[in-house]
């Protein structure tokens, strides 16, 4: 890594949002004239911005809800019919805010995805906003407070699958158009909008579909909708994300099931063994004991003990693992997790050594570590603490490049005006321990392009998890900061080509 992601100071995380930083004196902001070099807001356009906005949340947050009501899950095994019901009431929405070309299309057997574009004037740039409409699995419905499907508001907050990722992400865009669509006609700015269908399903088919849609999608900066704010009351920009390598394992020592009482001692049954090789892929402190991995400068922000621990829901009492800052173990170290295990349930249990388990890890990698470098370490260490006694097969799974931002540009000085102008704050720079891997396939394809990593999340939305939500007070921020963004980008430079 050449470079860390630059950050706002050497400060903490706010655990209260008054405690967020004031704007710095003199800083840039949409307000002054030239901030990004396109046409700066007054403070009058801006304050009627905000007030269009109060009139038009209501009905963005009803058709954020209808969205919810959608089992758009994409995973393999469930029914693709709400997927394609999702991607339909998409397009519906980019129509109705005022895209003159909305299709659906999609390549292979990938899922139906969303293309809206408005084109620039001969000579001016393009915005590309990205979004996906597919959500994760909920997990056991019971878990959840209300039925995960069934949009319920409580306070400041919308619960439900996919309120937050990432069909917020979409009505961010939605709702930035339709503040700002018949203005951005006037400026001749280039807008595209692209919702994808598969995005949680690791978006098998995206490489293929952008090479497919190239001159529909090419743009000169990509606003990718599908990270995390700071804290609420502060905005962030993601400058930095965790790649990702996955595998599959099995430890096999019998032929069969065999009875444990007849059999059992001179051959450890499979679960054990797969326990003991899992053991070794982390040392005494908790750090990922692989050789061969790169740990990435420490981020000069750093986030309190006490909110890391509130947010991911440590149990009490309990130490946390591994070494450094909280910042730097969450978004510049490797970190590995078991995240699945075929093997017969208590319920099923009978008295007999099982012969083979199945395991899935997943590798989080920092920015500077080469994927398949670190694929290559991840199985090298697997096969050599192999356990006496078990035969160790091994799958290889999906790789994801990390992501690293070069965090002054143009598209990011702008990006960090309109935070703050619709915030009242200073915007953090962060990492997200987190992985995008397609943002690779999208500066690959898209070399001119500058890529900018906002989203709608907090720390309490609980993404992929048990009552996920969105806090709406941050949505309604994070749509007047796109409507500013759109609104200056006629000063952005034209980069494609």
């Known amino acids: 890594m050449s470079h860390e992601p630059a950050l706002e100071g050497d400060t903490a995380r706010p655990s209260d949002p008054s405690a967020a930083p004031e704007p710095a004196a003199g800083a840039d902001s949409a307000l002054d004239a030239g901030a990004a070099g396109g046409p700066a807001a007054t403070q009058e356009q801006v304050e009627g911005l905000r007030a269009r906005l109060e009139e038009i949340l209501p009905r963005s947050i009803e058709d954020l809800s209808a969205l919810v009501r959608i089992p758009s899950i994409a995973f393999p095994g469930y029914d693709r019919t709400p997927v394609h019901e999702s991607a339909e009431a998409v397009a519906a929405l980019l129509r109705d805010a005022g895209m003159p070309e909305v299709t659906i299309t999609h390549v292979d057997e990938g899922a139906p995805a969303v293309i809206a574009r408005r084109p620039a004037r001969e000579g001016l740039p393009t915005v590309l906003l990205y979004a996906h409409h597919d959500v994760q699995p909920t997990g056991d419905p019971q878990a959840w407070t209300t039925d995960p499907f069934t949009p319920a508001r409580e306070g400041d907050r919308l619960f439900g699958r996919g309120a937050a990722d990432d069909k917020a992400g979409v009505m961010a865009h939605v709702t930035a158009l339709r503040l700002v669509g018949e203005e951005l006609s006037e400026l001749g700015v280039g807008v595209t909008v692209f919702v994808e269908g598969e995005e949680e399903a690791g978006s098998p088919t995206f490489r293929r579909f952008i090479e497919a849609h190239r001159d529909q999608l090419e743009a000169d900066a990509i606003v990718v909708a599908d990270s995390a704010n700071w804290a609420v009351g502060t905005p962030a920009l993601t400058t930095s994300l965790r790649g990702v390598v996955d595998l599959t394992v099995t430890v096999r020592v019998l032929e069969r099931a065999v009875h444990s009482g007849m059999f059992g001692g001179p051959v450890l049954d499979a679960l054990t063994q797969m326990g003991r090789l899992v053991a070794t892929l982390h040392d005494e402190n908790g750090d990922v004991a692989v050789e061969g991995l790169v740990r990435a400068e420490a981020p000069a922000v750093e986030m309190p003990e006490a909110d890391y621990r509130r947010d991911a829901g440590i149990l009490e009492g309990q130490d946390l693992a591994g070494t450094g800052s909280i910042t730097s173990r969450l978004w510049s170290a490797p970190a590995l997790s078991v995240i699945g295990i075929d093997a017969p349930s208590v319920r099923d249990a009978s008295n007999t050594l099982v012969p083979a388990a199945r395991a899935k890890i997943s590798l989080r990698i920092p920015p500077g570590q080469d994927p398949q470098a670190a694929m290559d370490a991840l199985v090298a260490h697997l096969e050599s603490h192999a356990p006496r006694g078990a035969v160790v097969e091994i799958a290889r799974g999906e ?31 962060t990492g997200l321990g987190g992985s995008i891997p397609f943002i690779a396939d999208l500066l690959e394809v898209f070399p001119g392009a500058e890529v900018l990593v906002t989203g709608v999340e907090d720390p309490d939305s609980r993404a992929h998890g048990v009552d996920e939500s969105l806090h709406l007070g941050e949505f309604a921020k994070v749509c007047l900061a796109e409507a500013l963004l759109l609104r200056g980008a006629a000063g952005l430079e034209r980069r494609r080509g």
């Open 399 to 429: 790789q994801g490049r990390p992501f690293l931002a070069p965090t002054d540009t143009p598209a990011m000085r702008l990006a960090r005006s309109a935070f703050r102008d619709a915030w009242g704050t200073d915007p953090v720079d």
